[in-house]
């Protein structure tokens, strides 16, 4: 049983970053694919960025060249770097293998 820990979220003015990570209460080495989604109130779950246990990773369109995920096995941690944020990213933003695990979200919050 993995369980997972989000952090990092808080209050960040619009163009500003964050680093959220994602930390495991075992072994992520055997998960292949990791991911971070997030969820705005009233709409669905969005696939942000994912990466694979061979560090392939894929983005969301709306966030391509903006948002950097990595993963450390080692230390069983994932990671979003987010760059140049916008207000409409406001959300609560989960980790997840997209499957079984799932953290209970961290907030991000982009506002002036």
């Known amino acids: 049983q993995v369980q997972l820990v989000e952090s990092g979220g808080g209050l960040v003015q619009p163009g500003g970053s964050l680093r959220l990570s994602c930390a495991a209460s075992g072994s992520i080495s055997s998960i292949n694919a990791m991911a971070w989604y997030r969820q705005v109130p009233g709409k669905q779950r969005e696939l942000v960025a994912g990466?694979?246990?061979?560090?392939?990773?894929n983005y969301s369109d709306l966030v391509k060249g903006r948002f950097t995920i990595s993963r450390d096995n080692a230390k069983n941690t994932v990671y979003l770097q987010m760059n140049n944020l916008k207000p409409e990213e406001t959300a609560v933003y989960y980790c997840?293998?997209?499957?079984?695990?799932w953290g209970k979200g961290t907030q991000v919050t982009v506002s002036s």
């Open positions: 990466i694979t246990s061979g560090h392939s990773t």
């Open positions: 997840s293998d997209g499957l079984i695990y």
